[in-house]
């Protein structure tokens, strides 16, 4: 069998070596980039180039940025009081998305797990406790899976000691959800946390 | 609002170009490589720039080779007398993956699809007639689809006048199918092609 070109094969282990990308739709990608035009693949490369030069990681927020600290860090129309916690800097851009919230975001770079081998140690801990200030709201915004919760159940316990008030987000139904297909856990929780009308 | 740093978002606009890529996808492929080290990143970005710097087009089957004629036309053992058609590139390597065919192959470049404006000078009908030798075999291996269908058609039209065999893949079960599933159609064509045991 004759297979493909060395440089194809090596796009197509490169583009599999992508979050959710096997092999067929690497193979797929790798062949729309060898019809495509030479300018728009030129693009792509610039693209990631530039991605890994210009950005960093900000020193506060842990957040990504261009410019360390990043935007939200320094702008003095947020409010310092609130501090929301995320488990990776994409979540932060979730909440951007509501236009909502105008906090700061702390980025904890991952969630507690121990099957993984990811302790407190490996997570931004620390940095968080050094940006407490007295009568902060803390909102614990970790993703409501196993891991999500005991990170939160963790932060609660090392948050006790300082005078802030810690709170997390609502569990319930998503909006647009249809309580036939709701799962129990989901339900429960959602009548659990009822509110008068 | 906040939005992304510049350079993220000219990545995810160029990962969204892809196809079967969308905007969510292309945001996740992005955070994960500004996660990652520049090392494989650097890998993607020379890869692309490899693939499009030395893959070219064979100038005899149209095929995808970083050598002009492809190693396929090149070789002296493949049987010259059975040409397969094929719609695209990779089409030539779902057969090369399966050993089991040892002629060339035509890579027509698309099908015929009036709808989306391209005829038959838009694809490589003359390069083929031009590689027809007395008595071969011509393997029609468009897709299974209407515009395949229709192409199948048009070139069974046009050789018609030339002393070849033409012949076109079977339609049938897929193996591993179950009856239970299978539509309509193909179980027509199944029954009308039915062999002896």
Known sequence: MRSLPDSANRLI???????????K?????????????????????????DVKTKVRQCSICNGITED?????????RR?????CIVEE????????????FNGRYHVLGGVLSPL????????????????????MEIVVATNPSV????????????????????????????VGGNLEYIDEATLIRAMEGRTSI
Request: net charge negative; hydrophobic share 35%.
């Open 147 to 174: 891991e999500g919760e005991t990170t939160s159940l963790y932060l609660a316990k090392i948050l006790s000691g300082f005078n802030v008030k810690v709170t997390r987000l609502a569990r319930g139904l998503p």
């Open 25 to 49: 739709t690497a193979q797929r990608l790798a062949f729309y980039i060898m019809k495509s035009k030479d300018y728009s693949t030129n693009l792509l490369s610039d693209a990631l180039i």
């Open 116 to 135: 993984d081998g990811i302790g407190p140690d490996d997570l931004y801990f620390d940095a968080l406790l050094k940006r407490l200030q007295e009568n």
């Open 13 to 23: 282990d490169e583009f599999t070596r992508l979050p959710g990308i096997g092999k």
């Open 89 to 100: 800097a994409h979540d932060i851009y979730a909440f951007e998305r509501t236009n909502s």
């Open 79 to 83: 409010d310092e009081s609130i501090l």
């Open 68 to 76: 360390d600290p990043c935007s939200i860090c320094t702008d003095s």
